[in-house]
């Protein structure tokens, strides 16, 4: 037996004013991003009342109010946007920042790892050599026996527009393989943040060994700890994805990936815009002889200040009260 209309609006009007608040919210703009998912899952349910309505009541003033609702519904949701911007900052002023800090826990992780593997790093250059020119390049290993850094000529062979555009090929490069290495269950995120600690732990020894610490700190201090942090944020969302493997909770593992990896490629987004900025500190200040070391210096600071005070300020006030 058909359901009657008493019942049908009865049953599905609070569906219906929950999409009719957030079309008016939507228009002044005030919807977080979940929101925003929301108001489309609500569109579509509204949207099969409709067809139901069209058929099962038609002419009924149900069906005119349903047909009002998901047509100013499908112009604010699928209609030409020309506020773009709003969504871009809404991003990164809100979305992003709220990802990172909700999930803050996962940027500790891969700080640590990372620490981890630059600590063994250095201390198997000192005591195991063998292990340094598993993890140096010859190249690199070739200047330092030298007892001079390979940057000193790098702005001879590579213009520095060249060298950012390499810098930041390489950074997106390793960025994106920590990330998706969270698909293995977390340990190919964990094997990078690992070896790039290791990594940076072997070069480090090596010029300490050297006596070439001042050169060394020299050139990474202007663009070395954003580099890292950005690293950092890469394995972050990898650990973000491993989590919805490792321990989906009352989700299946589908879902829970569905979930999570929303969350972590908004981090991964988040954070490549930065990567292309510390590409033009390592391709235009850091190397050379243009910019003194002090000046460096403040650079990286003041970059690393702008970038921590961003993520926590913004991501504390955006993130979802618990």
């Not at 949207?47 to 058929?55: E, F, G, I, Q």
């Not at 200040?285 to 005070?309: E, K, N, Q």
Request: with cysteine; proline share 5%; net charge positive.
């Amino acid at each position: 037996m058909a359901q009657s209309l008493p019942q049908f609006v009865a049953e599905r009007r609070p569906t219906w004013d929950a999409l009719a608040d957030l079309l008016r919210r939507f228009g002044s703009g005030s919807l977080a991003a979940a929101e925003v998912d929301e108001l489309d899952r609500l569109y579509r349910r509204c949207a099969a009342d409709l067809a139901h309505a069209r058929v099962q009541y038609p002419g009924t003033e149900a069906s005119l109010f349903l047909n009002q609702l998901v047509a100013r519904a499908y112009a604010q949701v699928y209609g030409e946007r020309p506020a773009r911007w709003a969504a871009v900052k809404r991003f990164y002023f809100e979305s992003f920042p709220a990802a990172f800090y909700a999930e803050r826990r996962f940027f500790y992780a891969a700080w640590s790892l990372l620490i981890l593997g630059g600590w063994l790093g250095a201390a198997g250059a000192l005591f195991h050599p063998e292990l340094a020119n598993a993890l140096v390049p010859p190249e690199l290993r070739q200047h330092i026996s030298e007892g001079r850094m390979w940057t000193d000529s790098i702005l001879e062979v590579m213009p520095p527009a060249l060298l950012s555009a390499k810098v930041l090929t390489n950074n997106l490069g390793v960025a994106f393989t920590t990330f998706v290495g969270g698909l293995l269950g977390g340990l190919g995120t964990v094997l990078a943040l690992v070896i790039n600690g290791l990594e940076l732990g072997s070069v480090t020894a090596l010029c300490l060994q050297r006596g070439m610490a001042p050169d060394f700190l020299s050139f990474v201090c202007a663009h070395g700890l954003v580099e890292l942090s950005m690293v950092c944020l890469a394995g972050q969302a990898g650990l973000v994805l491993a989590s919805a493997l490792i321990a989906p909770g009352r989700l299946s593992r589908g879902e829970a990936l569905r979930a999570r990896g929303r969350i972590g490629v908004q981090i991964l987004l988040g954070g490549a815009p930065l990567l292309a900025a510390i590409g033009f500190v390592e391709g235009f200040i850091s190397p050379g002889d243009l910019f003194p070391g002090p000046v460096r210096a403040a650079v990286g600071l003041s970059l690393a200040t702008i970038l921590y005070a961003y993520l926590y300020s913004f991501g504390r006030k955006a993130a979802p009260r618990v």
